[in-house]
Nanobody
Framework: QVQLVESGGGLVQAGGSLRLSCAAS????????MGWYRQAPGKQRELVAS???????NYADSVKGRFTISRDNAKNTVWLQMNSLKFEDIAVYYC?????????????WGQGTQVTVSS
């Protein structure tokens, strides 16, 4: 099993920045890609950004140029730097880890952290 613990959410003014952290523990060998998803009220959960164990990244079009995902495999931690935050970024952000297939099926998820943007 893998545990994902997020931190760094909160309230920020429009145009401001936040940095989310996700620390993984447990059977780290069983996961590879990690990422961040978000879910706004009344909407489906969507991918924000992902990063492979080798450092290749992928971003949703809505956050390209504003958000940066990074990862330190030695610390088992992934970060999401969010700049130029907008009202449409308001959501609960979830850390995600993909399981290596030979270790089972299904993803691991963190408990979520709220990001709120104010005027």
């Amino acid at each position: 099993q893998v545990q994902l613990v997020e931190s760094g959410g909160g309230l920020v003014q429009a145009g401001g920045s936040l940095r989310l952290s996700c620390a993984a523990s447990g059977s780290i060998f069983s996961i590879n890609d990690m990422g961040w998803y978000r879910q706004a009220p009344g909407k489906q959960r969507e991918l924000v950004a992902s990063i492979t164990s080798g450092g290749s990244t992928n971003y949703a079009d809505s956050v390209k140029g504003r958000f940066t995902i990074s990862r330190d495999n030695a610390k088992n931690t992934v970060w999401l730097q969010m700049n130029s935050l907008k009202f449409e970024d308001i959501a609960v952000y979830y850390c995600n880890a993909k399981r290596v297939p030979r270790y089972g099926v299904g993803d691991y998820w963190g408990q979520g952290t709220q990001v709120t943007v104010s005027s």
